[in-house]
């Protein structure tokens, strides 16, 4: 379903709005909604396939350290 297929409700919970009023409502939610559609996309990033891809290397084995962590 496409944005523009689906329906959007507003209730009026308080006061008698005229007709003009909520043509006047509905077409500055509409204005503001469009403009936020249009700034909220995000950028894609400029990595290459083969860098998205590729997991870090692990860091080499330390020598130093005995095994079992203890030179006893």
Wanted: proline share 7%; net charge negative.
């Amino acid at each position: 379903m496409s944005e523009s297929d689906r329906t959007r409700a507003i209730d009026i919970v308080r006061g008698h709005p005229t007709e003009e009023e909520l043509a006047a409502l509905i077409a500055v939610i509409s204005d503001s909604y469009v403009r936020e559609a249009a700034d909220a996309v995000a950028e894609e990033p400029r990595v290459s396939a083969w860098q998205r891809t590729q997991r870090p290397m692990r860091t080499p084995l330390r020598r130093d350290i005995p095994w079992g962590r203890f030179a006893g």
